[in-house]
C-alpha cells in the first residue's frame, strides 16, 4: 500500500491557506477516485482506493500542521507492514507559486510539519512532494502569511499546480519518485 498524506490544518478557518495546499492535493486525487476522504482514524481522515493498479491510503492529519508527525507515526505503526512506500505532501516558501518539487529525502526545510513527522518517525528517510506557495512580502510575519488566502491571480494557478501535482503523484506511483522528479521538478511557466 502506498500511504500518501496531506499536510494542513484541519478546521474551515484553514480552508484555502497556504499551508493547506496538501490537503487540497488529496482533495482532488479523492475527486479523480470519486472516493470521500472522511473515515476517521489515528487522528486523521484516512480512506484506501485502488489507483493505477495500486493500493493507496489518501490521510489528511487533522492534529494540526506541527503536530502532523502523530499522526504519521500511529499510522506507520498500524500499518507498518503494508507499506510500500510513502509520500508527503506539503507547502513550501522556497518555491514560487506554481512550482513542483519531488524530493527523495532530506531535512525539515523549516517546515513544522516535516519536523514533526521526522521527529516521530526517526527518519528524514521519506518521499516528499512540495508546493510553492511562494515568499511573504517582507511587512508580513511567515507564520501569519501561511495562513492567508491565494490572491485570485495565484489561485488559478494553483489550479493547475493542483491536477500537475496529481499527474505527478500518479507518474510516482508507476514508475517511482526518480521519474516524478525527472518530469515534475522542472520549472514551467504556467499560464
Not at 503536530?67 to 507492514?81: K, T
Not at 528517510?125 to 492567508?148: A, S
Not at 526518480?178 to 515534475?184: C, G, V
Request: aromatic fraction near 8%; charged fraction near 25%; charge should be neutral.
Amino acid at each position: 500500500m502506498y500511504l500518501i498524506i496531506g499536510l494542513g490544518n484541519p478546521g474551515r478557518k484553514y480552508d484555502n491557506t497556504r499551508h493547506n495546499v496538501g490537503f487540497a492535493v488529496i482533495d482532488k486525487i479523492s475527486e479523480k477516485l470519486n472516493i470521500q476522504v472522511d473515515k476517521k482514524q489515528a487522528q486523521s481522515l484516512v480512506q484506501s482506493s485502488f489507483w493505477r493498479g495500486k493500493k493507496v491510503l489518501l490521510v489528511k492529519p487533522q492534529t494540526y500542521m506541527n503536530l502532523s508527525g502523530q499522526a504519521a507515526l500511529e499510522l506507520i505503526n498500524f500499518y507498518h507492514d503494508q507499506i510500500e512506500d510513502l509520500l508527503v505532501i506539503h507547502d513550501d516558501l522556497d518555491l514560487p507559486v506554481g512550482q513542483l518539487r519531488f524530493k527523495r529525502e532530506g531535512g525539515s526545510g523549516g517546515h513544522n510539519g516535516l519536523k514533526s513527522i521526522i521527529k516521530c518517525l526517526n527518519s528524514q528517510d521519506f518521499n516528499r512532494l512540495k508546493i510553492g506557495i511562494g515568499r511573504p512580502p517582507e511587512y508580513i510575519d511567515v507564520v501569519d502569511y501561511v495562513l492567508t488566502s491565494f490572491t485570485k491571480e495565484e489561485e488559478k494557478i494553483l489550479s493547475q499546480t493542483i491536477r500537475r501535482a496529481v499527474d505527478g503523484i500518479e507518474e510516482w506511483l508507476e514508475n517511482g519518485i526518480d521519474s516524478a522528479m525527472n518530469l515534475y521538478n522542472k520549472k514551467v511557466e504556467i499560464e
